[in-house]
């Protein structure tokens, strides 16, 4: 189905709504004098969104606004976990001491703005539409890393974001002019048909295009050898705009990176399984990314002494275990990847929500700052802590070992063992780095004078429910395996 442009404001209207919360914002921090209630707008203005998204989800699917975008279930699923991880990062945001001292009218108009842009990525269907997608979340996550105009170590992040950045973005749309130049179009799925009708493709030609655009997608999702980034502008960005980074931005380069390489560069094939075009070997590099991605990020994680940091290098294993679905050319791997997805978004939101908490209290990030933590007023966010931390590295009950246990039965399935146990060994290296925080908080006692640590209640109530999704969801997961098994259709339609 091909929306004209008028109805396809029929399935817009969440990008719609956060248009007008970001400009409602904007003019209400202009004339008004009491800015205390901004944050409130913007709350209220993403769950208004995640709401005007449960309720319109569409099994089929639609071209929209003259093919530059599709809607379809695949692009409803990152809908809602972006929202959902917008929604917990404004949350976040309105409890942060690091927020209050920012220009509160920018800050929210700008982390609307961006949710947008990562909704426009997750939806894209042309090549045009997808780098400008992503170059608008890119400028605008540029500027919510350097909000805090006053923190040397804010600015410094926000410089090399946006050095990495243009470098990355640069390579990507020269690639991308190389596709353009191979099918004559940018229209993904004219993309997809011409190059397997053509009866001489320039596979070697077709490679270096897709080498270079996946410098731009690799980026956005932190993996090796373009996470370079992620360490210094996670440490440096506030802490809610660092969960927004991590979750969100993460989820909608999946979302662009799936879109562009599955129905856009591979073919479908009626026994479910994705053939790539002959000759042109991006599984294969990808599968090479993939288990150095998770490796260098567990071994660099070891080393750190600060919680953001080590979240960081934590993030980008994360993305290297995602990947492992994403190289096995099968439906199983997309589930088992939307599967990793959302359970990566529940822990890890929670482990920065108690980093936050810490922060407020402390003024430290580093872990010597949880040194008795539940001995010194905070035995609930040192708990809910160690659930996120368990469920990171993937103990059983926990919503991470679904997430792993699904990607890793993926891998045996398609035969990829060696994959399979990379990933196990991975995870067990994994378990030295997150248990020290645990370490820190049970085993030690306060060190002199240390600040009891207590909380908001609404930062007790997010903290509370992300821990019971990560335990309720580990011991009953098929809510999000039939959420990520319905959303794995692809709205290919005629071209």
């Known amino acids: 189905m091909d929306l004209g442009n008028i109805a396809s404001l029929r399935v817009f209207y969440p990008e719609l709504l956060l248009t007008a919360a970001a400009l409602a914002v904007v003019i209400i921090d202009l004339v008004s004098q009491d800015k205390s209630w901004l944050g409130e707008i913007a709350l209220i203005s993403t769950a208004l969104t995640l709401l005007l998204i ?16 599709v809607y379809d279930s695949f692009a409803f699923f990152f809908r809602a976990l972006i929202a959902l991880a917008a929604l917990v990062a404004v949350w976040m945001s309105i409890g942060s001491e690091e927020v209050h001292i920012c220009e509160q009218g920018e800050y929210y108009a700008i982390l609307l703005a961006s949710t947008l842009g990562m909704f426009l990525m997750a939806e894209s269907a042309n090549l045009l539409m997808a780098y400008l997608a992503l170059e608008f979340v890119s400028l605008t996550s540029y500027v919510l890393t350097g909000i805090l105009k006053h923190n040397r170590r804010s600015q410094e992040a926000a410089l090399k974001y946006l050095i990495y950045g243009g470098v990355a973005s640069g390579t990507m749309i020269y690639g991308m002019s190389w596709i353009f130049g191979l099918a004559g179009s940018l229209d993904f799925s004219v993309i997809n048909q011409t190059l397997f009708t053509t009866a001489h493709v320039p596979v070697l030609a077709v490679f270096i295009a897709l080498v270079l655009i996946l410098s731009g997608m690799g980026y956005k999702v932190a993996s090796v050898p373009f996470h370079m980034w992620a360490p210094d502008v996670y440490e440096g960005a506030p802490i809610p705009i660092t969960t927004f980074l991590a979750v969100a931005s993460k989820a909608a380069g999946f979302a662009l990176l799936t879109r562009f390489f599955y129905p856009a560069i591979s073919h479908l094939t009626p026994g479910g399984t994705w053939q790539a075009l002959s000759g042109v070997a991006w599984p294969q590099l990808l599968l090479v990314m993939c288990v150095i991605t998770m490796t260098l990020g567990n071994l660099a994680a070891l080393q750190q002494e600060n919680m953001k940091r080590m979240l960081a290098y934590s993030s980008i294993a994360q993305a290297g275990y995602a990947l ?95 994959l399979a146990v990379i990933g196990i060994l991975n995870s067990v290296v994994s378990l030295y780095y997150y248990m020290r925080p645990v370490k820190e908080m049970f085993l030690e006692q306060p060190v002199g004078e240390a600040s009891p640590v207590t909380a908001e209640y609404w930062n007790y109530g997010l903290m509370g429910a992300l821990a019971a999704a990560t335990i309720f969801l580990g011991l009953y997961p098929p809510p999000i395996i039939a959420f990520a098994s319905r959303s794995l259709h692809f709205f290919l339609g005629p071209s």
């Not at 449960?54 to 975008?69: H, K, N, T, V």
């Not at 529940?346 to 539940?374: H, P, Q, S, W």
């Not at 059983?396 to 045996?412: M, N």
């Open 54 to 69: 449960g309720i319109e989800p569409m099994s089929g699917g639609a071209w929209l606004f003259s093919r530059m975008l």
């Open 324 to 418: 492992m679905g994403f190289v096995l050319l099968s439906n199983d791997g997309l589930e088992a990847m939307l599967v990793y997805l959302f359970a990566y978004y529940v822990m890890d939101a929670g482990a920065f929500l108690v980093v936050m908490i810490v922060a407020n209290m402390t003024g430290r990030e580093d872990i010597e700052a949880y040194k008795g933590l539940a001995w010194r007023g905070g035995a609930v966010p040192a708990i809910a802590l160690s659930i996120f931390l368990l469920s990171l590295t993937g103990i059983p009950a926990t919503i991470g070992f679904i997430g792993k246990f699904y990607v890793f039965a993926a891998a045996i399935r398609e035969q990829f063992y060696i």
